[in-house]
Nanobody, 115 residues
């Protein structure tokens, strides 16, 4: 059984910062990539940032320069440092874990940015 657990969401004022964490545990093949997606009410789930085993990163244009993804391979943990938050960043943030054969999702952590 694989578990993916996110933490770090919350309510913050515009311009503030939050740091999300996601840890994968359980029996699974080696992780190839970990990433963060977000979904606002009535919207589709979109990629925010992704990091591969080798450290390559991809960011959505809307968060470039404000968000930073990092990873601790030994702990199967990925982080998302979010700075200069905007009200439009408000969403449920999901962690995605990719192995060679499977994809696992967390339950999501809410990020709310007030104007």
């Amino acid at each position: 059984q694989v578990q993916v657990v996110e933490s770090g969401g919350g309510l913050v004022q515009a311009g503030g910062s939050l740091r999300l964490s996601c840890t994968a545990s359980g029996s699974m093949f080696s992780i190839n990539a970990m990433g963060w997606f977000r979904q606002a009410p009535g919207q589709q789930r979109d990629l925010v940032a992704k990091i591969t085993n080798g450290g390559s990163t991809i960011y959505a244009d809307s968060v470039k320069g404000r968000f930073t993804i990092s990873r601790d391979n030994a702990k199967n943990t990925v982080y998302l440092q979010m700075n200069s938050l905007k009200p439009e960043d408000t969403a449920l943030y999901y962690c995605k874990v990719e192995t060679r054969y499977s994809v696992y999702w967390g339950q999501g952590t809410q990020v709310t940015v007030s104007a």
